[in-house]
Nanobody, 132 residues
């Protein structure tokens, strides 16, 4: 079965940077979206970055960002090993949250689950980001 594994979280001071990785094991679909979500204690889960990948030729590499991270975060994919990265710069205390990687088949996807073309969603276990 598909397994998503995140890594790269940690504790940094405000203004610092972190790079998160999400590896999609055993994902054999031709077209898919990978989305980074985050959830802080007591807050709703928020989609922060999305990339269309694989067979989404028309939109390959098309990325989207939440306003809260635009200009500071960059999402990218290494197609060779099904890994997606989230480069986070100029981190702020408000970025403190558990960060999750999610994958869904198809090319139709926004930053919210109700925007996904396919109801099937795979989730990783999350990696904690703490900014002080």
């Amino acid at each position: 079965h598909v397994q998503l594994v995140e890594s790269g979280g940690g504790s940094v001071q405000a203004g610092g940077s972190l790079k998160l990785s999400c590896v999609a094991y055993k994902y054999t679909g031709r077209s898919f979206c990978l989305i980074w979500f985050r959830q802080a204690p007591g807050q709703e889960r928020e989609g922060v970055a999305r990339i269309r990948a694989g067979g989404c030729k028309t939109y390959y590499g098309d990325s989207a960002y939440a306003d809260s991270v635009k200009g500071r975060f960059t999402v990218s994919q290494d197609g060779a090993d099904n890994t997606v990265y989230l480069n986070m710069n100029s981190l702020e205390p408000t970025d403190t949250a558990m960060h999750y990687c999610a994958a869904t088949p198809g090319c139709g996807c926004g930053l919210t689950e109700d925007s996904f073309e396919d109801p099937l969603v795979y989730w990783g276990q999350g990696t904690q980001v703490t900014v002080s």
